[in-house]
């Protein structure tokens, strides 16, 4: 949720007392409330059918709706979220957002209702198709009454689709049907791009791929590359050691762990002839890259390292439910700070900052911050950032398009992580309140 202050001065303002920030604890007492006010209703219509004591009780047990509570409670939220809940009446219920940011998918039978983030879960769990599954529609809600019947419920009116690209290539599983031809497109688009960065030198090009999750790419680049009549090499050259993400992993300890987690195959590299192309799902911080991976690729001596992503450069933080939410972590946005230092238009970063300030609903005024530079000149910045020192192998990035991604995932239009292109009024404002934290905070300006 992008607006919990907002609805915690509203639950104020109705006489509640909240007790903590936080998006579950403010959503549950707005929807308490909410409740509450479900259940007078339902009193004041006891009362006039003439009920009394228990009769009263069971009535409301009876005759309360949840669509009543959602309509009531979801239409004061800004995010992406899938909500599920359970009333002490039995009432279930789960609500998508307007704008499809989160995935929910459901499936129903006589016997069982049932609803996931992903579809495979729900196919293997029940040793179903994957046509038997259902996606939840944005500002929907399945509703299940305690007597075991369901039902479909429009909560709130859907906004423009904005489904989150980023789950398709790095958090949803691999194994769904849709997911996985997704990634193995992403990666065979960039084969023009790669071949051009090894200058067509295939005969003395490795090619391999970051585990875990990149190893789809992986499939789909080789087959973009033998689609070419290329023989193509593959390694296994890098080896996880531990299986943790170390991009969900807090400030220091990630450096650290970053340092320990991968190790490399020795001699699957012809040292000094052959190149070697790289393939990861994502660069977001690039801490993993110079703290580790760069340092041990390099242990091989190829004549020049390839380093792919599947994704666009990430230039701004998600406010969704993702482990993105400052500037100054993504290594993009501290390469256009870098260029703008190195290009003395740091006048940049006072206009911006001001526009941040002054409108920050109007729209994302942090995206004029790398206005003034390509994408090439940008992936140079990083490959400077993060080359270790002491390092002898030459390094070249290769980032996916923004309209390579949405070529690959057309029913997932959502980018603001690579566009700034946030579908909410929140979003908005916490990307332009992002970038007046960087400033006041970390450049420790007040301009």
């Not at 406010?319 to 946005?333: H, N, P, Q, T, V």
């Not at 923004?402 to 057309?410: D, E, M, Q, R, V």
């Not at 292109?421 to 404002?429: E, K, L, N, S, V």
Request: a negative charge.
């Amino acid at each position: 949720m992008t607006n919990i202050d907002e609805v915690f001065h509203f639950l104020t303002e109705q006489g509640q007392s909240p007790r903590i920030l936080g998006d579950s604890y403010i959503t549950l007492e707005l929807m308490g409330h909410r409740l509450d006010r479900e259940v007078e209703r339902l009193y004041n219509v006891a009362c006039s059918k003439r009920l009394e004591g228990k009769d009263i009780t069971q009535y409301i047990d009876d005759h309360v709706e949840m669509a009543n509570v959602l309509k009531t409670t979801m239409s004061h939220f800004d995010g992406g979220y899938v909500m599920c809940g359970l009333t002490g009446s039995g009432e279930m219920f789960a609500v998508r957002d307007p704008w499809g940011i989160r995935p929910a998918y459901y499936y129903q039978d006589e016997e069982i209702v049932v609803v996931a983030s992903e579809r495979p879960v729900i196919q293997t769990t029940f040793n179903l198709k994957k046509e038997d599954i259902k996606e939840l529609g944005a500002g929907q809600s399945l509703i299940v009454k305690k007597n075991g019947k369901s039902s479909l419920e429009q909560i709130l009116t859907a906004q423009k689709l904005s489904s989150c690209s980023f789950e398709r290539i790095y958090f949803s599983r691999g194994s769904d049907y849709d997911i996985y031809q997704e990634r193995k497109r992403l990666g065979e688009q960039l084969t023009p791009a790669i071949m051009q960065a090894i200058e067509g030198d295939i005969a003395h090009t490795v090619f391999s791929y970051i585990p875990n999750t990149a190893e789809v790419a992986f499939y789909g680049m080789t087959d973009g590359l033998r689609r070419l009549n290329h023989e193509v090499r593959i390694e296994k050259v890098v080896w996880k050691d531990i299986k943790l993400r170390t991009f969900i992993t807090e400030g220091t300890e990630r450096n650290d762990l970053a340092a320990h987690v991968y190790d490399i195959t020795y001699g699957s590299v012809l040292p000094y002839e052959d190149n070697l192309v790289i393939i990861d799902d994502s660069i977001v911080r690039g801490t993993t890259l110079k703290e580790s991976i760069f340092k041990i690729l390099d242990r091989l001596h190829p004549k020049k390292i390839v380093m792919v992503s599947s994704s666009p450069q990430i230039r701004y933080p998600d406010y969704y439910g993702i482990d993105m939410s400052r500037l100054e972590e993504l290594c993009a946005f501290r390469a256009a700070i870098s260029l703008i230092k190195e290009r003395n238009i740091q006048r940049l970063i006072a206009q911006t900052y001001q526009a941040c300030k002054t409108e920050p609903m109007t729209k994302n005024h942090v995206r004029a911050i790398y206005a003034p530079f390509t994408v090439d000149e940008i992936n140079r910045k990083i490959v400077e950032m993060l080359c270790p020192k002491d390092m002898q192998t030459p390094i070249e990035l290769v980032y996916q398009s923004i309209n390579g991604l949405h070529k690959a995932c057309p029913n997932h239009p959502g980018d603001w992580y690579f566009t700034g292109h946030y579908p909410t009024a929140g979003g908005i404002r916490m990307v332009n309140q992002a970038f007046v934290n960087y400033v006041e905070k970390v450049l420790k300006l007040q301009l």
